[in-house]
């Protein structure tokens, strides 16, 4: 059983606009109130007042890899939810990276939105795609 | 009392093992060992429960590490579970990010890093009430 939460929210966190502005629209029109923020502060100013069900975040926020921290910030504050990193190359360090963030995966950056979005979801329904297969919450 | 977490080590270099054994067990951990991708498998097989699963990526065949990751994500409860290697790819990092495994190191291991997340990870899993 789900718990209520008060409706579905997303996180984007992007230095681009436009960017936000187009996941926010495919976000909106799947059902989910979308917060942007388009640097760290602001980011970790909405995580301290939401309870996101979804986050998309940029490696590069400010700078090279800034992204990172966020994603594993998110991940620990919201275990159960699917947190994605938006990258320039799936090398692999990166996906290093995403593994001991805690990030559900990782899309690169050439990537369309829609494709980035329409696979979360679908991530989403996967049984066990998200943090819900965590130690935490494979309690007896 | 309070009950030290449990640990399986698996991996065919006996020099590895024996190592982590020993700093693992001087960090407070229960220890068991596996020196291949079968003994493990036979042992989490057998019941056994583990607060966490540190596997050796290549052993019996290339990235038969995935193999027992995966098997170790459909425990319950679910282990933490670490992989190193000193094969790494993109294409096992990416089969990795799928299973999901928590920890991906890259030998030769930093072992104070591993202590320091392997610590993280377990104090989390506790935090959150799974028993040790």
């Known amino acids: 059983m789900s718990v209520w939460r008060g409706g579905k929210f997303a996180l984007i966190v992007h230095p681009e606009l436009s960017v936000l502005s187009q996941y926010q629209a495919l976000l909106a029109g799947n059902g989910f109130t979308t917060v942007v923020a388009r640097d760290l502060p602001t980011a970790l100013l909405a995580i301290t007042q939401h309870y996101f069900d979804l986050a998309i975040v940029s490696s590069q926020i400010t700078e090279s890899g800034d992204g990172w921290p966020l994603a594993g910030v998110l991940h620990l504050v919201y275990p159960k939810s699917f947190v994605a990193v938006l990258v320039p190359g799936t090398d692999l360090l990166t996906l290093q990276a995403a593994i001991n963030s805690g990030v559900q995966d990782v899309y690169e950056l050439t990537e369309t939105p829609k494709r980035v979005v329409s696979s979360m979801l679908a991530a989403m329904q996967t049984p066990g795609a998200t943090a819900d297969s965590s130690p935490s919450e494979k309690v007896h | ?132």
């Open chain 2, 1 to 132: 009392m309070i009950k030290k977490p449990s640990l399986l080590i698996v991996d065919d270099e006996p020099n590895v093992l024996l190592t982590l054994r020993l700093v693992l067990e001087e960090e407070g951990y229960e220890i068991r060992t596996a020196a291949s991708y079968a003994e493990a498998e036979k042992i989490i097989g057998d019941a056994a429960r583990f607060d966490a699963i540190l596997t050796d990526l290549w052993m019996e065949k290339e990235d038969i590490g995935i193999e027992l990751a995966r098997s170790a994500s459909k425990l319950h409860p679910r282990p933490i579970i670490v992989i190193f290697t000193g094969f790494g790819s993109p294409s096992n990092a990416r089969a990795a990010l799928e299973v999901p495994v928590d920890y991906f190191a890259l030998k030769p291991l930093d072992i104070d890093e591993l202590k320091r997340v392997l610590n993280r990870l377990v104090a989390q899993a506790m935090e959150r009430g799974v028993p040790s």
